[in-house]
Each structure stands twice: as structure tokens, then as C-alpha cells.
């Protein structure tokens, strides 16, 4: 069962966190440009903390992968504890909350259940991958927000994953688009001297922070 959400009840008024069920059985509106106009303006308004921070994951991830066999598997799964950094500090700035440095890093309070959601992840998805590839991709897609998910809403890991998909799913195509867009950005970070992926990786994750607060909405008041 997912968490419910009463819009009467007391909350901050920049807080609109929406019933996961209710998304999933009657949609919602996706706005693309908006995501990205508004993740745009948190990354260049905080461009220090996130480049700062996008440097720490880069070199955790790099680092893992120099370690051979074991890191190069765990690397992937590793990573997701490090990525959700991204999301708290964002989803603080998108509040208009007081947001440190140090809120990169709540995002390890949540580690065994962001470990178990990249585990069943991966293991999902590669074998959409090997049922003819389109499962495969229909996944990496919806499972999108399951990160997030376990995060702001405390959702373990396989109920992040189905609530997400199930969310998702709704309106699959439009973020289909989305994650190309975020692909190709990431992909000219790459051309852009290797470097370029530093600010490509952060800004990825405020647009995906800016998408997740308007399609399910931010409940957390603190990480």
C-alpha cells in the first residue's frame, strides 16, 4: 500500500505530496520544459555544492571501477546511495528549504534500502534486456522515481520500484523523452573534454528532482 496524502491536512504550502494510488489509476500532466527550466535554475543558482559534489560521486564511481571484478559489479549499485545526494539537496533547494552541503550526503541514511533497490533494479531490468531489449528499456524508464521514492516517502525497495513503474507507466512515452534528453546532455558532457559530465551528472538529477516534485510531490519536511 502506498503512503496517503490528505490535501487538508496541515502541511508547508510549498509541499503538495499527491497519493501515489490516485497517479497511478487516474494520471497526471507532464511538462517537460518545465523540468528543465526549473532544474536549470536551481543548478546555476547552487553551481559550487553541485559541481563540488558531482566531482565526490565521480570520483567514488571511477574509483569503485578501478577495483577489479568486485568494485566493477558493485559499482553500480553502490552508486545509488551516492546519486540520491543529489536528490535531497535538490529537493531542499526546490522547498526553499535551508540546504547545506552536508545534505548531500543524508542520502546514506537510507543506504541498505537504496543498495537492495539498485540490486533488484539492475537484476530487473537486465533481464528485460535479454526478453528482447524492450522490456528492458520499458523498465529503466519506469523506474525512474523508485530511488526518490524510498527516500521522501520511506518506501521499501520493491514497493518504491512498483509504485514507480505503476506511476510511470501512465505516462511512459513523455518520460521516454525525458531520459533521452538527459542521456544526450550526458553524452555531450562526455564530448565536452570528459569533463563536461561533471555538470551534465548534477544537472540531471535537479531536472529529474524538478520532475519527481511535480508529478508525486515532495513529502518529506526532512531528509
Known sequence: MSEKYDGNQDAPPLFRPKDTDRLAAEGYTVDLKQYIHQGWSVFIKNIGPYLLYATIFWAINIGLEM???????AAPIIIFPVAMGFFVYTAKKLKQAPARFEDFFKAFHY???LLLVGILMN??????????ILPGIYLAVAYLFASM????????PWQALETS???ITKKWLHLFVLALILLSLNFVGI?????????ATALTFCILTAAYEDI???????F
Request: aromatic content about 8%; overall charge positive.
Open 191 to 199: 564530448l565536452i573534454f570528459i569533463v563536461g559530465v561533471i555538470p
Open 149 to 156: 521514492l524510498v527516500v521522501d516517502r520511506k518506501m521499501s
Open 111 to 113: 543506504f541498505v534500502p
Open 67 to 73: 577495483i577489479p571484478v568486485i568494485g566493477q559489479l
Open 123 to 132: 537484476i530487473l531490468i537486465l533481464i528485460g534486456f535479454l526478453l528482447f
Open 165 to 167: 513503474r505503476r506511476i
Open 216 to 222: 508525486i510531490g515532495i513529502a518529506s519536511t526532512d
